[in-house]
């Protein structure tokens, strides 16, 4: 791997690192050959587990074969494998998953057949085809009643196809209804295909101030063989936070990204944790907003390798850059700060860091503003390599024994409700006519029409 994304090796103090979403398949390959070699790069990178994913580019017909999906986890040299399964995999967005047991279905009733067709040029009409398959919200919600946890993949990743140009979503479509009908705990990626992904954040950023506590994770969505070095095994990772008694297992990685104690970073290490807390104070802890004085204690470690530093620490509150330290001026491979806080209202704060050589501009701290211009004029300039990263919400309720907002019953599909309907714009590409020069990528927020769908369940619940 390129010295572009050394990692630390965290583990003696709890943090375990992975990769939860790595297409690395069997086909051809000796098993007992493969799992070593997969052991001897995790070690090497130090990346303690892994999901697995199925293969990308399979015909309907090799879909059909692959199925049931079942893979017992493995470990070896501190090292875990298991089954991540992108699945569903349709026009409503992609999810890979964490404890997921097996897949008892063939791959093509979780795909989306119908629409890569269409992506393709066939047919070749400009209508969207109508969707084939098993409810991929039916599927969602009884694999995470079964134990396993849906982590939300490239949730603004779109494309245009060749030769008609069009328009391909990875968008996360379903997150918005996911959360507001509060199925379970709450993941998605905010770091994937860019290391600082800012829409990726912004989505984020939304949904945490509508009041829901969501884990932050990494993602790489490469093989084995990937030919850019931040789609490699591991470069972007998840780390989360496992109590010394505890083993490392599917179960215990599960729970600790459901309570939302993670990190994610493509180089750097943050050790933050909150004063006057008992137990445990680090990222996805939920405290009293209660006016009581608590210190954010910040030690951020630039990546692994000789002269590498760290540039900034920007800590943000509800969404706004509330502090930032510029450490431009005297460079080193650890900085500390700390912030005082005496929080009387719902909020979170998240902590953000950045390595050398960190963005050419402090405008790019303001994420809601930088969203917005890079949608107008198609900017991509914080797209690609960097080292960064980025905490885990930490949360301050009024009512901390309910710390997420009431769930809302979901009948769909309903034709009633009409809800596909209320998505459509966002896996269409429709909301574009009003962003003609966003890139892929970016996407604006009321494209995930999360207030639209919020309204018409309250109005279906009455």
Not at 11 to 28: F, L, P, T, V, Y
Not at 357 to 386: K, M, R, V, W
């Amino acid at each position: 791997m390129s010295m572009q994304y050394q990692h630390h090796d965290r583990s003696a103090h709890g943090w375990w690192s992975g990769d939860g979403h790595q297409h690395i398949s069997a086909n051809g390959a000796n098993p007992a050959a493969l799992r070593t070699e997969i052991t001897d790069i995790c070690r090497a990178r130090h990346l303690h587990w892994l999901c697995l994913c199925q293969p990308w580019c399979l015909s309907p017909a090799q879909l059909e074969l692959h199925g049931p999906l079942a893979f017992e986890p493995w470990q070896a040299d501190n090292v875990l494998v298991w089954l991540g399964g992108e699945l569903p995999k349709t026009r409503y967005g992609h999810t890979w998953w964490l404890n997921l047991a097996d897949v008892q279905l063939p791959l093509t009733q979780m795909s989306d057949p119908a629409i890569e067709a269409w992506y393709a040029g066939n047919p070749a009409h400009a209508a969207l085809p109508a969707y084939q398959g098993i409810s991929p919200w039916a599927c969602m919600v009884a694999w995470a009643r079964a134990g396993a946890l849906p982590v939300f993949a490239h949730p603004t990743s779109w494309w245009t196809s060749t030769p008609q140009h069009r328009f391909v979503s990875n968008l996360a479509t379903l997150l918005p209804l996911y959360a507001l009908a509060g199925i379970g705990p709450l993941a998605m990626v905010v770091m994937g295909y860019d290391a600082d992904q800012i829409f990726y954040q912004q989505l984020w950023f939304q949904l945490l101030n509508a009041g829901y506590r969501i884990a932050a994770m990494a993602e790489t969505d490469g093989t084995l063989q990937a030919g850019r070095a931040r789609f490699c095994l591991g470069a972007l990772r998840s780390y989360v936070w496992l109590d010394p008694a505890t083993p490392l297992a599917p179960g215990t990685v599960r729970d600790a990204v459901a309570q939302g104690r993670t990190l994610v970073s493509s180089g750097p290490f943050i050790d933050a944790t909150l004063s006057h807390v008992a137990g445990y104070n680090g990222p996805g802890v939920v405290v009293p907003a209660d006016g009581a004085r608590r210190i954010l204690r910040i030690c951020a470690h630039a990546a692994p390798g000789n002269a590498q530093c760290i540039t900034h620490i920007v800590v943000y509150r509800n969404g706004q850059v509330l502090s930032h330290q510029s450490c431009t001026g005297a460079p080193q491979p650890v900085q500390s700060m700390e912030l005082v806080l005496n929080e009387t209202g719902n909020s979170w704060y998240v902590v953000k860091v950045y390595g050398m050589p960190g963005p050419a501009s402090a405008a790019t701290f303001d994420i809601a503003t930088q969203t917005h211009e890079c949608l107008a004029t198609g900017a991509t300039d914080y797209a690609g390599d960097n080292h960064v990263a980025l905490t885990s919400p930490f949360y301050f309720r009024t009512e901390v024994t309910r710390p997420d907002p009431t769930p809302m019953a979901v009948p769909w599909p309903d034709a009633d409700l009409q809800l596909d309907a209320l998505l459509r714009p966002g896996y269409s590409g429709a909301w574009r006519a009003r962003w003609p020069n966003a890139q892929p990528g970016q996407v604006p927020w009321d494209a995930f029409a999360f207030e639209k769908l919020r309204d018409a369940l309250a109005q279906a619940a009455e």
